[in-house]
Structures are given as C-alpha cells and as structure tokens.
T-cell receptor, first 115, second 111 residues
Framework: ETGVTQTPRHLVMGMTNKKSLKCEQHLGHNAMYWYKQSAKKPLELMFVYSLEERVENNSVPSRFSPECPNSSHLFLHLHTLQPEDSALYLC??????????????FGPGTRLTVL | KQEVTQIPAALSVPEGENLVLNCSFTDSAIYNLQWFRQDPGKGLTSLLLIQSSQREQTSGRLNASLDKSSGRSTLYIAASQPGDSATYLCAVKDSGSRLTFGEGTQLTVNP
C-alpha cells in the first residue's frame, strides 16, 4: 500500500462504546496529525505528533485519546462519545513539523456516526 | 487567531468555462498557502502550494495566486471539466505546524 491509509472507513457506535481509529503512513514521514471535519465547518486540527511525541493538543475533550506507537502508526481511541462527535476524521502525515516547505498528505478518512 | 474565508461556498458552471475561486485570510504572517481538492467522502489531495515569498504556482489547468499583504489567494481553473467537480479547500500555514482551513467551495461542472 502507498500513501496514508485509515481504518475503518465507516464506524457507527453508541455513546457507551469504546472504539479505535487507525492510521498508517507508508511515506517515511516523521509527523502525523488528526483532524476533525464536521458538516458546514472547516477542518479542525485535533492532535499533532512529531517522532511519536505529542506536540500539539488543541483543547480536545478527553473522550478522544491519541496514541502514536511509532512514526508510521497513529491511533485515536474513542470512549463515551456524544452525537455531536459524528464527523469525518482525517489523518495526515508530513516529513516534519514546522518545516517551511512541508506538505501534509491526507488519508481517506473515517466516517464516524455516534448514535 | 487566523481565520480563512472562501467565496463562493458553492459554484455550478457549464463544462468548458474558466472559473475563479477565492480565499482570504486575516493574518498575513503565513509560511505558505495550499489549495486542496476533496471528493465526496474522501480525504484531501494537495493541488498547489505557494510559499509566502511566491506570487503564483501553476499545475496544468490550475493556477493559484497569492497576495500576502492583502490576505488573498485565488485558484483559477481553465477549461473546466466534469471531473473537476469536488470541494476545493484553501489552507494557510503559520509558523508552527498548524494548517488553518477555510470551509471550502463546492464546485459542480455540468456536462
């Protein structure tokens, strides 16, 4: 596989469930990102990891818990979500954080529905 | 706080027409500006990236311009095709890792 992959592509969960989203990048990048895309809203940056260390956390509720075990994998653990958390969750990777010419490459996203 | 606005929110044109999408941003202290394409239910594909020192970038039928001092960028699409139908997103990058996105312009090119 090439580029950035995300699984699952679609997820429906109840408010009491625990689930995880997975992202994998095959580009040899050192930075990975989670974004949330809600209807009628711009993409919102949630978390940034550089070399497996979290470098940015944008006031995201604790019911979202990221994990980056290595530079190729990024997870988003979900628990006790709310219906308003339903959105498209996009993962991205880039060569490094903060580089002048850095371009982020996006995965196809996970469409999450919380019932 | 950086804010990015895209106009129009939606656009429908006949095939073959040339068109312009607009993006404006409030804080001119940016590293670069990027235009992305997003197909329904899919991720983002980078189209063009303009560094803050550049005025424009071209790729095929696409041309993006940047006027950093006025906080504006345009994406020009020449000879539009039905396959160009998608949502086009503008994003600016500040000194850190943050990309700030606009809400996008939903383009429909009718055969």
């Amino acid at each position: 596989e090439t580029g950035v992959t995300q699984t699952p592509r679609h997820l429906v969960m109840g408010m009491t469930n625990k689930k995880s989203l997975k992202c994998e990048q095959h580009l040899g990048h050192n930075a990975m990102y989670w974004y949330k895309q809600s209807a009628k809203k711009p993409l919102e940056l949630m978390f940034v990891y550089s070399l497996e260390e979290r470098v940015e956390n944008n006031s995201v509720p604790s019911r979202f818990s990221p994990e980056c075990p290595n530079s190729s994998h990024l997870f988003l653990h979900l628990h006790t979500l709310q219906p308003e958390d339903s959105a498209l969750y996009l993962c991205a990777s880039s060569q490094a954080v903060g580089q002048f010419r850095d371009t982020q490459y996006f995965g196809p996203g996970t469409r999450l529905t919380v019932l | 706080k950086q804010e990015v606005t895209q106009i129009p929110a939606a656009l429908s044109v006949p095939e073959g027409e040339n068109l312009v999408l607009n993006c404006s941003f409030t804080d001119s202290a940016i590293y670069n500006l990027q235009w992305f394409r997003q197909d329904p239910g899919k991720g983002l594909t980078s189209l063009l990236l303009i560094q803050s020192s550049q005025r424009e970038q071209t790729s095929g039928r696409l041309n993006a311009s940047l006027d950093k001092s006025s906080g504006r960028s345009t994406l020009y699409i020449a000879a539009s095709q039905p396959g160009d139908s998608a949502t086009y997103l503008c994003a600016v990058k500040d000194s850190g890792s943050r990309l700030t996105f606009g809400e996008g312009t939903q383009l429909t090119v009718n055969p």
